[in-house]
């Protein structure tokens, strides 16, 4: 069995357990919510059912996001992941807007609890049971890293506290007379919407593309720079086509006096050391040459720098190589997003530059902070 086809199946066994465990949770809540009029048991197993629901839809988008590439998509169909679980947002979002209206509808017309031995002994038993299913869905996600069954976990685990919550209403009403469930139920609703948008907001973000993981940036440049002749790496892109598909391409500085049979040698080690390490396919590495003949270009780099790194919002400059013969000079420069206007800070650059050394010609190039 390969890496894939078993993580494929942790996802889809863990998965089946919740959505038993959910549909069994369901129908005991809703049984002794209706007998004992308890809209916040009813609306616990709402959501109990939306937790089912959404972990068929995590099954299903497992399955497809490890269909093979083809001519379509040929980088795979990783991605599915997200998108099922944007749809598993809307669910939840549909489920705590449709319980918060049936809870103002009994804020407004109340009608009073009955609760038995049996009503407090399901919603305790369901407590224990969510906090079980939530640790071991949430450690199992963590385990074969995905997003989908780490956020089930933590709904079950946010479910324990809802469900903590019913019963200790359901205590009070018992000994006061006082009755919180439908404001209880409200409550809950209004939770479950805030969790919806944020579980929404969190997959926009990785569709739209967010920033590398730090950690696997910095992890990532490491291992690159302890291949022979890598004297830097900048300008790293980390491409997320799913949870188990990264691809990502990089610069190196090097020797300006290697040959292309060690370049190709140097570059393909990169590559395998990078998959080897870290499960990253390295689909390119690009090169900045460094002068190595003379001192003069080692001093009007340090010199440049100085000056380049003296300016507000310049992060990093990189890529520097002096044309002697042609007296042309080439670098990048990295211009913090808090800038606000990146494009002013990029000619006071060009200007400072061309100003010190105006018997050079200059190709300056504003990159992005695209990685740690």
């Known amino acids: 069995m390969n890496v894939v086809e078993s993580r494929d199946r942790i996802i889809i066994r863990t998965s089946v357990l919740g959505i038993i465990a959910n549909v069994l949770l369901a129908a005991f809540k809703a049984a002794v919510g209706l007998a004992s009029h308890s809209i916040a048991i009813v ?7 939306s937790d089912a629901l959404s972990s068929v ?3 299903v988008g497992a399955k497809l996001a490890h269909k093979l590439p083809d001519k379509e998509h040929p980088l795979g169909h990783g991605r ?41 002994l399901v919603v305790a038993v369901a407590v224990v049971v969510k906090i079980v299913l939530g640790t071991y869905v949430k450690k199992t996600g963590e385990n074969v890293n995905s ?4 956020a089930s976990g933590k709904d079950a685990l946010f479910d324990a ?20 469930e439908a404001f209880l139920g409200a409550a809950i609703s209004v939770i479950i ?36 002749e890598v004297r830097g790496v900048y300008d790293l892109f980390i491409h997320d086509y799913g949870p188990e598909r990264k691809l990502a391409s990089c610069h190196v500085e090097i020797p300006d006096t290697m040959t292309a ?22 689909e390119a590495v690009g090169i900045y040459s460094i002068n190595t003949k003379g001192d003069e270009a080692m001093r009007i780099r340090n010199d440049i720098t100085r000056l380049v790194m003296s300016e507000d919002f310049i992060m990093q400059m990189h890529g520097f190589y002096l044309y002697e013969k042609d007296r042309h000079i ?21 200007e400072k530059v061309k100003t010190a050394y105006p018997d050079y010609s200059f190709a300056v190039a504003m990159d992005l902070d695209i990685s740690d």
């Open 43 to 49: 609306l616990d197993a709402v959501n109990n059912l």
């Open 57 to 59: 839809i995590t099954i």
């Open 80 to 120: 599915t992941e997200y998108l099922s679980a944007s749809v598993i947002s809307f669910i939840v979002l549909y489920a705590g807007i449709t319980s918060l209206i049936e809870s103002a509808k009994k804020i407004l017309h109340p009608e009073a609890a009955d609760y038995s031995a049996l009503t407090l």
């Open 147 to 150: 997003d989908s069954l780490v």
């Open 161 to 180: 506290v809802i469900s903590t919550s019913t019963l200790l209403a359901a205590v009070l009403f018992i000994a006061t007379g006082i009755g919180v």
């Open 193 to 228: 919407i805030q969790s919806g948008v944020e579980m929404l907001s969190e997959t926009i973000s990785k569709i739209i593309g967010e920033r590398a993981d730090a950690q696997l940036s910095r992890d990532l440049k490491k291992t690159v720079l302890g291949v022979d």
């Open 261 to 282: 049979d060690q370049i190709d040698e140097m570059t393909r080690e990169v590559q395998q050391r990078v998959y080897e390490a870290h499960g990253v396919i390295m």
């Open 330 to 350: 080439t670098f990048d420069v990295i211009i913090d997003f808090a800038a606000p206007d990146r494009k002013i800070v990029y000619e006071k650059v060009l």
